[in-house]
Every structure is written in structure tokens, then in C-alpha cells.
């Protein structure tokens, strides 16, 4: 069984930053592609950033180029997601998600299989 648990949530100002970690269990952490997704009240789950299994490849979100950068830990099974000039919008209940093992990159939430139970990061104006 793999559980994903997310921390580092919180309230900040804007253009403050965060760093929210997730710490995965199972012993193949480092074969699963990892992906960060949020979701605002009353909006969609949307897709943030990911990264693949050794760290190679990252894909962001338009919206938080530049202002977001996710990374992994294999050794301490941990992906993070440092998060940069916050603004308003960024406000949101953010997830850590896991795919199969040696399973591609994918902006999709539906073709992840894990899901941590999420973060609360809230930015003030």
C-alpha cells in the first residue's frame, strides 16, 4: 500500500514563500513519477507540477513558472514543491500524487494513482 503525506501548508503573505513536502511510503518511491495538483473552492483539480522518476524531466503549470520548482529526495522517498513570490490565486488545498511505478509523466489527474490527503496554502493580499 502506498500513502503519500503532504506538510509545509500554511498561511503567507503575498509574495512570501512555502516549501510543502511529501514523504511517500514503499520501498519503489523511486520509480514513480510525482506530480503536484491543487483545487480552490468551487474550481476544478489543476494540475501544478511534475517531475519524473530520476529527476530528469519537470513540467509546471503556466501559471507558476518561474515562481514554482518541484524536486525529489529517492534517498528520503520526499518530493517538494518550492513555492516563490505567492500571490492570492495561489490559494488552494494543494495534493502530492503518485503514479504507477515506471509509468510516464502526466499533467492529467485522472492517470494518477495515489493521492496524499492534501495541504491547505493560503495567501493573503
Known amino acids: 500500500q502506498v500513502q503519500l503525506v503532504e506538510s509545509g501548508g500554511g498561511l503567507v503573505q503575498a509574495g512570501g514563500s512555502l516549501r510543502l513536502s511529501c514523504v511517500v511510503s514503499?520501498?519503489?518511491?523511486?520509480?514513480?513519477?510525482m506530480g503536484w495538483f491543487r483545487q480552490a473552492p468551487g474550481k476544478e483539480r489543476e494540475f501544478v507540477a511534475g517531475i519524473s522518476t530520476r529527476d530528469v524531466n519537470t513540467y509546471y503549470a503556466d501559471s507558476v513558472k518561474g515562481r514554482f520548482t518541484i524536486a525529489r529526495d529517492n534517498a528520503k522517498n520526499t518530493v517538494y514543491l518550492q513555492m516563490n513570490s505567492l500571490k492570492p490565486e495561489d490559494t488552494a488545498v494543494y495534493y502530492c500524487?503518485?503514479?504507477?511505478?515506471?509509468?510516464?509523466?502526466?499533467?492529467?489527474?485522472?492517470?494518477?494513482?495515489?493521492w496524499g490527503q492534501g495541504t491547505q496554502v493560503t495567501v493573503s493580499s
Open positions: 500524487a503518485a503514479r504507477g511505478p515506471y509509468s510516464g509523466t502526466s499533467l492529467s489527474a485522472h492517470e494518477y494513482n495515489y
Open positions: 514503499g520501498r519503489t518511491f523511486s520509480s514513480y513519477p
